[in-house]
């Protein structure tokens, strides 16, 4: 283990510490969210310490620390298995994202100091970091909370009665064949206006009107269908969605 990838990959500017940011947040957003079951059972209470690992291609990994010391990069936090069947599972999630947020941070800031980034550097890789949800906002749903209070009461029944038709692609507010110019951009204002603060229970990705979106029917989260591997084509056939976190809810005795 190379503690990370880092023997492979070292960014050396604030946007390719940015991307590398982003890619192990998505990977480790994944395993708390999309993958929880498969992550849930490789957490096992009876092996030795184990660590999540995010890489900067989007993937997870629950493994052994790294052997060697001091390590290439900073090691997340250690043991997350032993607390697993001690708490409610809810509970365990979020203090695994709370590690997690606080690894991704050393990361970054540990390739910031070893590439010599300045005070207007470290300024603007935190400003980018920050204005991502963090992976508990997106683990605890706090995140989806925020944009909820900062929403108007006619926008909350407008994203009540979007929730119901539960599937969402930016296009389908607007008809394929052309229309005046200016009826479209009213059209785009208001799938902004509605949607620009709504953000994915897997990636934590804000809306795109480009992009088809599926909501869940039992937790009223929004999901990419990219990000659940649902269709256009197949939600169609779709009498009530599950997201992957409600199913494996109900699935686990």
Not at 22 to 39: C, H, N, Q, S
Not at 103 to 113: E, K, M
Request: proline residues 5%.
């Amino acid at each position: 283990m190379d503690g990370g990838g880092g023997a492979q990959y070292n960014p050396r500017t604030v946007e390719e510490v940015f991307r590398d940011f982003k890619g192990r947040r998505a990977g480790m957003i994944r395993a708390l969210t999309t993958d929880v079951e498969e992550f849930f059972q490789q957490c096992d209470p009876d092996k030795e310490n184990l660590c999540l690992y995010g890489y900067p291609n989007e993937q997870w990994e629950v493994n052994l620390p790294a052997e060697e010391v001091p390590p290439e990069l900073p090691e997340p936090a250690l043991g997350i298995n032993f607390a697993r069947d001690g708490m409610q599972e809810k509970d365990w999630l979020s203090l695994v994202a709370v590690h997690s947020d606080a690894w991704l941070l050393s990361v970054a800031f540990y390739f910031g100091a070893r590439f010599g980034f300045d005070k207007s550097d470290r300024k603007r890789l935190f400003a980018m970091i920050n204005d991502l949800p963090s992976i508990y906002e997106v683990v605890s749903g706090s995140a989806k909370k925020q944009v909820k209070e900062k929403s108007s009461v006619s926008n909350n029944s407008s994203n009540k009665s979007k929730s119901n038709s539960k599937v969402q692609r930016g296009s389908e507010s607007q008809p394929k064949f052309s229309k005046a110019k200016d009826e479209e951009e009213v059209l785009d204002e208001e799938d902004e206006d509605e949607h620009g603060e709504t953000l994915c229970g897997a990636c934590g990705e804000n809306y795109a009107s480009d992009e088809f979106w599926i909501c869940c029917d039992i937790c009223e989260k929004w999901f990419h269908g990219k990000c659940v591997k649902i269709t256009p084509a197949r939600a169609e056939h779709i009498k009530q969605y599950k997201c992957p976190s409600c199913s494996n809810k109900r699935a686990r005795p």
